[in-house]
């Protein structure tokens, strides 16, 4: 038995020693480094090259090293096996506060002040009351519920729209076309917590952005494509749209030409808003194999979204 | 009866008409224009122009619209009446919030990826753990707990420091002089939160900012007076302290020649933390002028300090 492990992209150093810790009898053998495929029982990827994973007939599961599988989703033959997603509350909690960083980096208009202070100026705004402010989460799964209560606890006007119902505590929740219309219609600020899926994509377009109120600002935390980027960008320039905070892309890294990085008040980050470590992340992956090696169900099992 | 306002520096205008909607029996007569001072039973105050409160023979109360109480404090005579501070939990919410937003921008490094961003570079920092992220309450009064309370929900490792004891749920709190050595010398962001009195006067010098690690950040939501400012631009310029989120200064508005404008990762914002708003804090103060009215005590009392 032994584990293949490949982190593509990143260091899996971290997550090796991480392993070795906390599941001392099985080896951990990094990819392409595989001695023998069959051997391999558990894969623990991220960004995994598509077509491998059919490669190891003794596979038992796979364990996505994050909460997004849109890159396993995207395979066309996979082994049938559980796919297992990670939820490090770390994430979740680090995804949270950069919504909540951004919304307040709108609402109490830091930027005015960097700008102010640049020139030595000192001008206070009125800004409107914190339990006003519209702060509105599209996509209420694990992380969009975390994230939404977050910004509630945060003293904003916490709102969530999904596709089915859902309730919340502290956060006005919508569902269906017409709940998404009557959300956005009443947002100060919107984060986008999709997954990427058929239904998703482009969803954030010309129409739908267009329903939010003049001078609001948009947060992406999950994926790029789930934005229409020609539709945000226009927007954005015709200052419908004040500013976006934007951590997610269709391709990344962000190509250098992107309309992005020229942007006004369009602030790019570098995919960072939920950082997974080793040391927090490795725990609920090792503890899902134990589960397995015990007869037990892991969890969150992945259900691939319909591909119809 | 009637009710002395003064907002002095601000617009009096949206309390006025919050006293007539919730006090519809008592005149609100705006400072300077008082057309019988022994009709004052109630001076609704803030940074009103010293020795003037003792010209209402008939004062109740002295009702400070703001938690700040320093102003009242370097008064050399004042009715004996009782002086009764503002909670607004609004201003709570807010200056936590502002704690929050900073220590996120020092520790997520938000403006290495401001800086990339301006050359469309996308290249990702790992940083310490949330949970491991050591941010420092100096002063845990109300507001001071508050913060505290909220670094700590949003996932930092929260520590506190006063004179006396203190207890905080999920709060490592430290006290008294080497208790504030042990505190700061492991400390990643110090955030001032204590009132200016006799005791805090530069209270953070050359000597007790010098103790925090080397690349530490201090934010600043109190009084000015509380930080040597000269001994924090030296330990900024020499790269001991990394950085600077400043709310309140000695002299505000905060002079154009003053070098916080010009030293580096200096971030100053014109005392915007807590915005006090009519809507939500004139109803505390109407809720204490009933309580008197009524017999009752006003809440919370203000205990002048020490000033021996």
């Known amino acids: 038995m032994a584990i293949l492990l490949n982190y593509q992209g990143h260091d899996s150093t971290p997550w090796a020693e991480a392993f070795a810790d906390m599941l001392p009898t099985i080896p951990v053998h990094i990819y392409p480094h595989i001695p023998n495929p069959l051997d391999i029982q558990y894969a623990v990827v991220w960004h995994h090259p598509h077509g491998d994973l059919i490669n190891?007939?003794?596979l038992k599961a796979i364990l996505n090293m994050g909460a997004g599988t849109d890159h396993l989703d995207a395979e066309t033959e996979?082994?049938?096996v559980p796919i297992v997603r990670l939820l490090d509350p770390d994430v979740g909690n680090d995804m949270a506060q950069y919504a909540v960083y951004w919304a307040m980096h709108f609402h109490r208009r830091f930027e005015d002040y960097r700008r102010q202070a640049s020139r030595a100026e000192w001008l206070s705004h009125e800004v409107p009351r914190t339990a006003e402010y519209r702060v509105s989460v599209m996509g209420l799964g694990l992380i969009g519920t975390q994230i939404a209560r977050r910004l509630a606890l945060s003293g904003f006007k916490a709102q969530g729209w999904s596709r089915t119902e859902h309730r919340i505590d502290g956060v006005d929740t919508f569902h269906?076309?017409?709940?998404?219309?009557?959300?956005l219609s009443a947002t100060d600020v919107l984060v986008?917590?999709?997954?990427l899926n058929r239904q998703t994509r482009y969803l954030l377009n010309s129409e739908t952005l267009g329903q939010l109120p003049t001078g609001s600002f948009v947060i992406n935390v999950s994926r790029g494509a789930v934005i229409d980027d020609d539709a945000l960008i226009a927007l954005l320039n015709s200052g419908h749209i004040a500013g976006a905070a934007l951590d997610a892309f269709v391709e990344e890294p962000l190509p250098a030409d992107s309309a992005y990085w020229r942007t006004a008040n369009v602030f790019v980050t570098p995919h960072i808003s939920g950082s997974t470590y080793a040391k927090s992340a490795a725990r609920p992956i090792a503890d899902n194999i134990i589960r397995i090696e015990q007869g037990k169900q892991p969890f969150p099992i992945h259900i691939p979204p319909q591909t119809t």
């Open 56 to 58: 190891y007939p003794n």
């Open 78 to 80: 996979l082994p049938d």
């Open 176 to 183: 269906g076309s017409s709940g998404l219309q009557q959300m």
């Open 192 to 195: 986008n917590c999709l997954p």
